[in-house]
């Protein structure tokens, strides 16, 4: 009867090993041109998704071009942020002191900063972030000269989605402010 325990344990142990290692096995690649190029191909198709998200956000927050326009010529019209943030990213932090400059150098120009957030969370929430976030911009100008009076503050919150769909990519450029001329 010992025996028989020993024998059935081993026999399970033996089981669940092979089970492991056919697990974590890997397929081999065959060598020759054909199939290593077919093998790569069909890699690089699986990985664009993803690699394309990649190159548009970093983290949670949007970095693609798709979707900016220019308040004037070289100059970005809309800063981008994380998730329940208000905290401006390098890049937006370089973006606003573009539009900085160029709004120092266009002393007549004033500019309505709109605020706006993705799809989920209440209304409620969203227009009070997005009126923090262009709040936000519009304090970064002024550190760079440009006066209060001309600069203006409208939360959309989720109201003007930028894209429509859901899914993260979607969601990070709707958490964006958008420096638009008022005048």
């Not at 957030?117 to 227009?127: C, M, V, W």
């Not at 923090?132 to 304090?139: H, L, P, T």
Request: proline share 2%; charged share 25%.
């Amino acid at each position: 009867m010992n025996l028989s325990k020993i024998l059935k344990n081993v026999f399970l142990v033996v089981i669940f090993g092979l089970i492991v290692t056919a697990c974590a096995t890997k397929k081999s690649v065959k060598t020759t041109t054909e199939s290593t190029t077919t093998t790569k191909a069909a890699e690089t198709q699986k990985a664009d998704p993803i690699e394309k998200l990649d190159a548009l956000m970093q983290g949670d927050v949007y970095v693609g071009s798709d979707t900016v326009g220019e308040l004037a010529s070289g100059v970005p019209d809309r800063v981008f942020f994380a998730t329940n943030e208000t905290i401006l990213t390098t890049a937006s932090r370089e973006t606003l002191r573009k539009q900085a400059a160029w709004l120092r150098q266009n002393s007549d120009v004033t500019v309505v900063v709109e605020g706006h957030a993705d799809e989920r969370g209440t209304r409620e929430y969203n227009l009070a972030l997005g009126e923090r976030r262009a709040n936000a911009a519009k304090d970064y100008l002024m550190t760079y000269g440009v006066s209060s009076d001309r600069i203006k503050v409208l939360s959309y919150g989720k109201e003007r989605p930028v894209d429509s769909g859901s899914n993260p990519l979607s969601w990070s450029k709707n958490r964006r402010s958008v420096t638009v001329k008022a005048n």
